[in-house]
C-alpha cells in the first residue's frame, strides 16, 4: 500500500467516525454500537498513554480504561460531538478524570501509602524539574486554578496533553485560530510550569 492510499485509508475513517457521531448526535440508537470499532485503536493507544506516565502498581488496564470511558460519553443524552478530535477530547477528559477517581480511592484506602507519580507531557515537564514526575492530584489541581484564570488554557492543556490533539486540531475543536492556541499554549506551559514546581497549596 502507497503513502497516498494510506492516507485515504485514514481520511475516509475518520470521515466515518464523523457520519456515525453525527448520527448519535440525531438520536440514532445504532449509531453507539457503530462508533466504538471505528474508534477503539486510537481510544486505545490514548489509555496506554495515560497509564504510560504512572510508576508500576496501578491496577487499571487500558481496554479497562477505554470501556469505561466509552460507556461514560457514548450513551449520554444530546451528544455536540462535531468531529473525531472532538469525541476524542471528551474521552481523554473522561479517561482522566476516571483515573483521578481511582486514585483517590486508592489514596484513601491506604491513608498516604502508595501516593501515584505521573508524568506529564515532555512540553511541559522540563521546566519543572529533571524527573518531571508529579502526583495525579496535584496536575488535576493546577489545571483547576488554571481554569479559573483561563478556561481556555485550561483546556488547551487537556487537549494538547492528555488528549493528544495537534495545534490545528486543538484549535478546532475550540474554533478559535492556530495562532490564538499557540499563544496561549505558551503561556499555559509557563504558568503550570511554576506552579507544578512551587507544588500545591498547603
Known amino acids: 500500500m502507497t503513502k497516498r492510499d494510506k492516507i485515504g485509508d485514514v481520511a475516509a475513517k475518520h470521515s466515518e467516525i464523523t457520519r456515525v457521531l ?3 448526535r440525531r438520536g440514532d440508537a445504532a449509531a453507539v454500537e457503530q462508533l466504538l470499532p471505528l474508534i477503539y485503536d486510537e481510544l486505545q493507544a490514548l489509555a496506554a498513554s495515560f497509564l504510560a506516565r504512572q510508576t508500576p502498581g496501578h491496577t487499571l488496564q487500558p481496554t479497562a480504561l477505554v470501556h469505561e470511558a466509552y460507556i461514560r460519553i457514548a450513551r449520554k443524552e444530546n451528544p455536540e460531538w462535531e468531529s473525531r478530535a472532538h469525541f476524542k477530547a471528551v474521552a481523554a477528559r473522561a479517561m482522566r478524570q476516571i483515573l483521578i477517581n481511582h486514585h483517590r480511592d486508592k489514596v484513601a484506602a491506604k491513608r498516604g501509602g502508595g501516593i501515584r507519580r505521573v508524568t506529564l507531557d515532555e512540553a511541559v515537564t522540563p521546566a519543572i524539574g529533571s524527573e518531571g514526575e508529579l502526583d495525579l492530584l496535584d496536575i488535576d489541581q493546577a489545571l ?8 481556555r ?3 488547551i492543556v487537556e487537549l494538547r496533553v492528555f488528549s493528544g490533539l495537534t495545534i490545528a486540531e486543538t484549535a478546532y475543536v475550540l474554533g478559535v485560530g492556530t495562532t490564538t492556541i499557540e499563544d496561549d499554549w505558551r503561556l499555559a506551559k509557563a ?3 511554576l506552579e507544578l514546581r512551587e507544588g500545591p497549596d498547603e
Open 144 to 151: 483547576q486554578k488554571l481554569g479559573e484564570l483561563s478556561e
Open 191 to 193: 504558568w503550570l510550569a
Open 22 to 24: 453525527m448520527d448519535m
Open 153 to 155: 488554557q485550561a483546556h
